[in-house]
C-alpha cells in the first residue's frame, strides 16, 4: 500500500481527496500547510506528496524546495495544485490546475508511484552509506548527528504552530500582533537554517571523501610538516 502525504488547507478538498485516494487503496496522511507537511514528511518518509501551491505559512514550492534540500526526502515525487498557476518553478513531477479530474490525480499518483513495486520504502530513501576511513567522523556519530539535526527541525515545527496560534489568539483579542509576528517569521527562519544544516551535515562525509582522494591522502601531513616548520625552538 503506497504512502501518500496529502496538503491542503481546504479541508472540503482536502477530505473529498482522502476519500478518493483510500477508496483507491492508498495510505493517506494529511497536512494543513506545508510547515505541517515538513514535519510530517520527516516523521514517516510518504511515496509521494500531493500539495496544494498556496497555502498559509509555507507555500507548496516553498515546500518542495526544503523537501529537496533534505537528502532522505530530496527523491520523494511531488505533485502540486493550484487554482491560478499551471507552470511551476520548482521541480515536480506534475501540476494539476484546479478544478481537475479526480481520475486524472488518481493516474498521476499511480504513474509515480508504480516504479516502486515492493521495494521498501527505507531503501530507497536511506542516506548514502560511506566508507569508514574516507569519513570525518565515524559512521554511528554521522547518522546520530543528522538524526538530531532532523529532531531539531521537528521541534521547530512545534514552535512555529504554537507561535502561530499564539499570533491569532491575540489578533482575535486586539492585541498589537507585531511582535508576535516577528518572533514568527523567527522562528520560520531558524527552521529553514536547520534544513539547510542538516544538509549540509549529511554532505560534510562527501566532501571530506572528494578533498582526501584529490589530495591523495598527503592534506593531513602536509599539515603537519608546516606546523613543524613553523614551531618555535625547532631545527633542521
Known amino acids: 500500500m503506497s504512502r501518500v502525504l496529502l496538503v491542503d488547507d481546504d479541508a472540503n478538498l482536502r477530505e473529498a481527496l482522502v476519500a478518493l485516494m483510500t477508496a483507491e487503496g492508498y495510505d493517506v496522511t ?3 500547510d506545508g510547515l505541517e507537511a515538513l514535519g510530517a514528511a520527516l516523521m514517516d518518509i510518504p511515496q509521494v506528496i500531493v500539495s496544494d501551491i498556496h497555502m498559509p505559512a509555507l507555500e507548496g514550492t516553498d515546500l518542495v524546495r526544503m523537501l529537496k534540500a533534505i537528502p532522505r526526502l530530496s527523491c520523494v515525487p511531488i505533485i502540486l495544485m493550484s487554482g491560478v498557476d499551471t507552470e511551476a518553478s520548482v521541480p515536480v513531477e506534475h501540476i494539476l490546475k484546479k478544478p481537475f479530474d479526480p481520475a486524472v490525480l488518481l493516474e498521476f499518483v499511480s504513474q509515480v508511484t508504480a516504479h516502486l513495486g515492493d521495494t521498501p520504502i527505507e ?3 536511506r542516506e548514502p552509506e560511506h566508507h569508514p576511513a574516507q569519513a570525518l567522523f565515524p559512521g554511528p556519530q554521522i547518522s546520530a548527528s543528522a ?10 515545527l512545534e514552535l512555529v504552530h504554537e507561535q502561530a496560534a499564539r499570533v491569532d489568539l491575540l ?3 486586539g492585541t498589537d ?3 508576535a509576528e516577528q518572533s514568527y517569521e523567527v522562528l520560520v527562519a531558524c527552521v529553514a537554517a536547520l534544513v539547510r544544516l542538516e544538509m549540509m551535515a549529511t554532505a ?12 591523495g591522502g598527503r592534506g593531513d601531513s602536509q ?8 614551531s618555535p625552538g625547532h631545527s633542521s
Open 147 to 156: 538524526e538530531a539535526c532532523a529532531a531539531r527541525v521537528r521541534r521547530g
Open 223 to 230: 599539515v603537519s610538516e608546516s606546523g613543524r616548520k613553523r
Open 204 to 215: 560534510a562525509p562527501i566532501l571530506f571523501s572528494a578533498t582526501s582522494q584529490a589530495t
Open 123 to 125: 531503501a530507497l530513501y
Open 171 to 173: 489578533r482575535n483579542s
Open 177 to 179: 500582533v507585531s511582535l
Open 30 to 32: 494529511v497536512a494543513n
